[in-house]
C-alpha cells in the first residue's frame, strides 16, 4: 500500500534553532502534502498544504516564515521549523492522498521538544 | 460551530460490546468521509472511509452515513481491548482537504 516514511520521528532542539522534517512518499508519486500538527489530547490541526514545484498553502494562523515548507519533488516533501520556541513543542505529521481508492495515508509523525 | 463534531467521550465500554461513535459535520457539499484511529503516540490509521448514504460494514466495523442529517457514525461490534484508542472523524472537504473532528477515547474495558 501507500506509504510515507517520516523522520525524524523524535527530536529534542535548544530553543532558537532549526529542525526539518522529511517526508517522503516511498511507492506513489505525492504532488501533494498535507502537513498537520497536534498538541496532546487534541486533533490534528492542518498547518499548510504542500505542492510540488510550488509554494505551499498555509493556513490562517499558521507563520509561514516560521514553518517553511518545501516540495521539490514528487516523493519528498520538508518541514522547517525555524528559530523554534518551546511553545512549538508538538506532534507534527504529514499525509499524502493514497493514488488508489478513497483515503489519506499518514506519516508515523515527529515529537518536537524544544528546551 | 464547529466544522467537524463527535460525541465528546472519553467512551468506556466493556469487552464484547458494540461501540458506538458519533460525528457531524457543518459543510453540506462534503462528499467523503472518514474514520481513523489513533493511538496514543502514534499517527492516524484509517479505518473506514463511506461517501454514499447509508451503511457500509467491514468486519466488526461499520459506518453510517446521513447526508440530509449531515451524521456520520461508527459502530464497533465485538468490542476488544486493542479497540482501546482515540477515534477520529475526518471529512474530506472542497480541495481535498481533510478537517478533524476532536476525536472520542473509547476504553473497552476487559
Known amino acids: 500500500g501507500a506509504v510515507v516514511s517520516q523522520h525524524p520521528s523524535r527530536v529534542i532542539c535548544k530553543s532558537g534553532t532549526s529542525v526539518k522534517i522529511e517526508c517522503r512518499s516511498l511507492d506513489f508519486q505525492a504532488t501533494t502534502m498535507f502537513w498537520y500538527r497536534q498538541f496532546p489530547k487534541k486533533s490534528l490541526m492542518l498547518m499548510a498544504t504542500s505542492n510540488e514545484g510550488s509554494k505551499a498553502t498555509y493556513e490562517q494562523g499558521v507563520e509561514k516564515d516560521k514553518f517553511l515548507i518545501n516540495h521539490a519533488s514528487l516523493t519528498l516533501s520538508t518541514l522547517t521549523v525555524t528559530s523554534a520556541h518551546p511553545e512549538d513543542s508538538s506532534f507534527y505529521i504529514c499525509s499524502a492522498r493514497v493514488p488508489v481508492g478513497y483515503g489519506y495515508t499518514f506519516g508515523s509523525g515527529t515529537r518536537l521538544t524544544v528546551v | 460551530q464547529k466544522e467537524v463534531e463527535q460525541n465528546s467521550g472519553p467512551l468506556s465500554v466493556p469487552e464484547g460490546a458494540i461501540a458506538s461513535l458519533n460525528c457531524t459535520y457543518s459543510?453540506?457539499?462534503?462528499?467523503?468521509f472518514f474514520w481513523y484511529r489513533q493511538y496514543s503516540g502514534k499517527s492516524p490509521e484509517l479505518i473506514m472511509f463511506i461517501y454514499s448514504n447509508g451503511d457500509k460494514e467491514d468486519g466488526r466495523f461499520t459506518a453510517q452515513l446521513n447526508k440530509a442529517s449531515q451524521y456520520v457514525s461508527l459502530l464497533i461490534r465485538d468490542s476488544q481491548p486493542s479497540d482501546s484508542a482515540t477515534y477520529l472523524c475526518a471529512v474530506e472537504t472542497s480541495g481535498s482537504r481533510l478537517t478533524f473532528g476532536e476525536g472520542t477515547q473509547l476504553t473497552v474495558n476487559p
Open positions: 459543510d453540506r457539499g462534503s462528499q467523503s
